[in-house]
């Protein structure tokens, strides 16, 4: 299974790289303004925050539902080429590949932690990083039109439903036993912990400018395309270095890791803000993605894995919430930004890693 997951995570994530490096500057080329491209790109994560109430009226993510998954983020990858230069087409057919993500990923997310465990899930989620390094530089050879880029997309959502369909079929743990016999223990509330997901709201919202515009961003401070794809892949060999080495901070305090990181991730945000022009700072400033993302994402889902025992529901809620409700702020506002007053940018993103790191603290006191 271990291999099938790695498989699975590589391809994933060559996606996700395609979907998030190339495509606002696919769009742009096509010739979408900063705020449209705000708006494609924020359906999606609100898609993702709304979903996860489903399970709370009795939704089951079960096999079946994660293969139709799987179809709907084939059918979402596929409908951009038809739809790519209308509005309206192009945002059903993202939100439709929104969908079938907002399910994919928990549901690998915790069979990984059932099956590898906190400590080597960072040496089999570094193949998603792999994979996310290796379609930049493949890509960035090849992105001679707007839809050749659409073209590695579905490619790469049907290399990933093929991997996700095998791990589908071999899995037979039903996410609706997780909890055994005792459902009064598997009841989930976000109560308890709201300065927990007020600060993984707050994270995924300073990421915004960076995930939306980072391409478009660098490229007009007069930065290559090729540069700018290097920018993206040295901030990856980061992360793999950390998902490779993190098996021992994960034994320490997970709750004061997550206030390191996203404090780690400010310093990154005002650095990108004040030296756009600057190669030395936006590499060193890429360097901390090990901490921002690599780091902080296994600390977070860790923390959940164990403070609740509706395991898979607490994952859903965390992509929810922060990829889903904070990436929808976070896209929207951040192409109302960068339209309207660009050289705020990626202060705004310091301005919320910094909340995040008020609330993460007030959670550990």
Not at 92 to 118: R, S, T
Not at 157 to 163: D, K, Q, V
Not at 203 to 230: A, E, R
Request: glycine letters at 8%.
């Amino acid at each position: 299974m271990s291999v099938l997951i790695a498989s699975f995570y590589f391809f994933y994530f060559a996606l996700i790289g395609v979907h998030v490096i190339f495509v606002p500057k696919i769009l742009s080329m096509v010739g979408y303004a900063p705020a449209a491209i705000g708006v494609i790109f924020a359906s999606a994560p609100l898609v993702r925050f709304a979903i996860p109430f489903l399970f709370l009226r009795g939704f089951k993510l079960s096999q079946k539902t994660f293969f139709s998954a799987l179809i709907l983020m084939g059918l979402g990858a596929a409908g951009f080429y038809p739809a790519l230069e209308h509005f309206w087409p192009l945002l059903m057919a993202n939100i439709l590949f929104g969908i079938g993500l907002a399910l994919i990923l928990p549901y690998i997310e915790v069979i990984a932690l059932e099956q590898i465990g906190k400590e080597r899930y960072g040496k089999i989620r570094l193949f998603g990083s792999f994979g996310f390094i290796a379609i930049a530089l493949v890509l960035v050879k090849y992105l001679s039109t707007p839809y050749v880029g659409i073209a590695f997309l579905i490619v790469m959502a049907l290399i990933t439903m093929f991997f996700g369909a095998l791990i589908g079929w071999r899995e037979r743990h039903s996410p609706s036993d997780e909890c055994g016999a005792s459902h009064e223990e598997c009841r989930f509330s976000i109560r308890n912990h709201i300065p927990l997901w007020i600060g993984f709201f707050l994270m995924q919202v300073s990421f915004g400018p960076f995930y939306n515009f980072f391409t478009i961003y660098t490229t007009d401070h007069g930065v290559s395309l090729d540069t700018t794809v290097w920018l993206w892949s040295f901030g990856v060999i980061a992360e793999i270095i950390m998902f490779y080495f993190q098996g021992k901070l994960l034994r320490r305090n997970l709750h004061a890791l997550l206030w390191i990181t996203a404090f780690i991730t400010t310093l990154r945000w005002f650095l990108v803000a004040l030296f756009p022009n600057s190669l030395v700072v936006l590499f060193a400033s890429q360097s901390l993605h090990a901490f921002s993302f690599a780091l902080f994402h296994t600390a977070a889902i860790s923390v959940l894995f164990s403070l609740y025992k509706a395991r898979r529901l607490s994952q859903q809620f965390f992509f929810g919430i922060s990829y889903g409700l904070g990436g929808f702020v976070g896209a929207l506002g951040a192409g109302v930004v960068y339209q309207y007053a660009p050289a705020y940018l990626f202060i705004a993103g310091a301005i919320a890693a910094l909340g995040a790191t008020l609330a993460f603290l007030m959670n550990n006191r």
